[in-house]
């Protein structure tokens, strides 16, 4: 099946730590996003990427990175410098082929213990 | 700067239609999406409008005004499963690369 697949769905993490954050799309897309959401707001932009082995800043990408090795791959990582981590992370990407759609992954419940 | 507004909630009943409005003021303007969101879900494409008028799809229809920088999605033959929140965003500097999205709007269809 074709799709954006993230991973972990739930993943809990102590103060002071990293965690990485898992997005994969076999949709053959060239551009991919990360979104946080909170409750009450809307999705804010994290870091996106338009092609391979690049990548820019969002509204909201302090203490957070990413990288962009692989078309199907764009790995968020939430640093120990994000203060506020608790939140629902969206991974999206791009179909240009079919009126310039935007697909989102299923999401990443992140939860600071 | 960028902002969005949709009404927070909204209710209406089961086999009513619903109209949910979308205003924006952002720095551009090259096309305006709608998804729907359930609770812990990741949203779903619904439409997209980047010209004047109405969009239909089913009993989903989006339109779109530019020159008021307004859109609404009109939902007809409400079924109890499309209670959800309904988001409005915009791509206001092409490439979409930076959408901006509202905060949602609850529809809650009692039966």
């Known amino acids: 099946d074709g799709g954006i697949t993230q991973s972990p769905k739930y993943l809990f993490r102590k103060e002071g730590q990293n965690v990485t954050l898992s997005c994969e799309q076999n949709l053959n897309h060239d551009a991919m996003y990360w979104y946080r959401q909170d409750p009450g707001q809307g999705l804010r932009l994290i870091y996106y990427?338009?092609?391979?082995?690049?990548?820019q800043k969002g509204d909201i990408a302090e203490g957070y990175s990413v990288s962009r090795e692989k078309k199907e791959s764009f790995p968020l990582t939430v640093t120990s410098a994000q203060k506020n981590p608790t939140a629902f992370y969206l991974c999206?990407?791009?179909?240009?082929?079919?009126?310039?759609?935007?697909?989102f992954g299923e999401g990443s419940w992140l939860t600071v213990v | 700067g960028q902002n969005i507004d949709q009404p927070t909630e909204m209710t209406a009943t089961e086999g009513a239609i619903v109209q949910i409005n979308c205003t924006y003021q952002t720095s551009g303007f090259n096309g305006l999406f709608w998804y729907q969101q359930h609770a812990g879900e990741a949203p779903t494409f619904l439409s997209y409008n980047v010209l004047d008028g109405l969009e239909e799809k089913g009993r989903f229809s989006s339109f779109l005004s530019r020159s008021k920088g307004y859109s609404y999605l009109l939902l007809k033959e409400l079924q109890m499963k499309d209670s959800a929140s309904y988001l409005c965003?915009?791509?206001?500097?092409?490439?979409?690369?930076?959408?901006?999205f509202g905060t949602g709007t609850r529809l809650l269809v009692s039966p």
């Open positions: 990427s338009q092609i391979v082995n690049d990548f």
């Open positions: 999206a990407s791009l179909d240009r082929n079919t009126g310039n759609t935007i697909y």
């Open positions: 965003a915009v791509d206001p500097s092409g490439g979409f690369q930076k959408l901006v």
